[in-house]
């Protein structure tokens, strides 16, 4: 299993897929935000409570889908480079912590946003609203600690991203749980969603565009991490010649 699990993780296999996906995939992203952006905006109807407010959903909602996925992703990968010691894992980490933290971002603000229309404030300190924050915070935390830092630096840091994770069942079921503003799930549920067909279309175009964006953003910070770490080894393996070299005259 740890061979599988190290062979997916081989730096030239997610280089060579790095490169593949960060053209392509921003291209997609760029086309989907487009097109969802026409049918959400000019096609899609209008909520019978909501009115125009409704649109904010479809930036919204797939904004937090991916803010809780995302580190969700990243608890993972630092599970896998602490026990199994795989450097790329950590790597991959930093390279996500970026766009999360921009979806968990986008979510706090147009939530804030979205609030002001149908709640009449920006803000309450509500279960869900306040664990959302957090997790924001704990993105930021991640990335203030982890800029510049060496893999085996990064290799201790993980221990922060795995204890951080604990908030993420805590935001997903926080409208279960506690009294809060916020509305339960709509769309991720075990029955059928409480949505219309006709905003699901745009939402999910939306939640595609997000996607690609995500994944061409974190393919080409980790192209740059690849890239520094390469650097860095050369330096070193540089130094270490050197310093060999004088040592032998030295004798």
């Known amino acids: 299993m740890i061979s599988k699990i190290s062979t997916i993780f081989k730096p030239t296999t997610l280089d060579r897929v790095a490169k593949y996906c960060v053209y392509r995939f921003l291209f997609l992203s760029i086309f989907l935000f487009a097109v969802g952006s026409y049918v959400a905006f000019f096609k899609s109807p209008i909520d019978y409570q909501q009115g125009e407010y409704v649109r904010f959903m479809y930036i919204h909602v797939p904004a937090s889908w991916f803010a809780l996925g995302i580190y969700t992703m990243m608890a993972g990968l630092s599970i896998?480079?602490?026990?199994?010691?795989?450097?790329?894992?950590?790597?991959?980490?930093?390279?996500?912590?970026?766009?999360?933290?921009?979806?968990?971002?986008?979510?706090?603000?147009?939530?804030?946003?979205?609030?002001?229309?149908?709640?009449?404030?920006?803000?309450?300190?509500?279960?869900?609203?306040?664990?959302?924050?957090?997790?924001?915070?704990?993105?930021?935390?991640?990335?203030?600690?982890?800029?510049?830092?060496?893999?085996?630096?990064?290799?201790?840091?993980?221990?922060?991203?795995?204890?951080?994770?604990?908030?993420?069942p805590i935001i997903k079921y926080s409208v279960d749980l506690w009294f809060t503003l916020h509305q339960p799930a709509s769309i991720m549920r075990l029955s059928k969603p409480a949505i219309?067909?006709?905003?699901?279309?745009?939402?999910?175009?939306?939640?595609?565009?997000?996607?690609?964006?995500?994944?061409?953003?974190?393919?080409?910070?980790?192209?740059?991490?690849?890239?520094?770490?390469?650097?860095?080894?050369?330096?070193?393996?540089?130094?270490?010649?050197?310093?060999?070299?004088?040592?032998?005259?030295a004798a």
């Open 80 to 168: 896998s480079g602490y026990a199994f010691k795989i450097p790329t894992a950590h790597l991959l980490t930093r390279a996500f912590a970026i766009p999360g933290c921009l979806m968990a971002f986008i979510s706090l603000v147009t939530g804030s946003l979205w609030g002001k229309v149908t709640w009449g404030t920006y803000w309450v300190w509500d279960a869900r609203l306040t664990s959302m924050f957090i997790l924001f915070l704990i993105y930021g935390g991640y990335i203030v600690m982890s800029h510049k830092k060496k893999l085996e630096q990064l290799h201790n840091l993980s221990i922060f991203v795995m204890i951080g994770v604990v908030n993420i």
């Open 196 to 249: 219309h067909e006709a905003f699901l279309i745009p939402l999910f175009v939306f939640a595609g565009a997000y996607f690609f964006f995500i994944f061409a953003v974190a393919s080409r910070i980790f192209l740059k991490e690849m890239s520094f770490e390469k650097q860095r080894q050369q330096k070193l393996m540089t130094f270490r010649q050197q310093a060999s070299k004088s040592f032998e005259r």
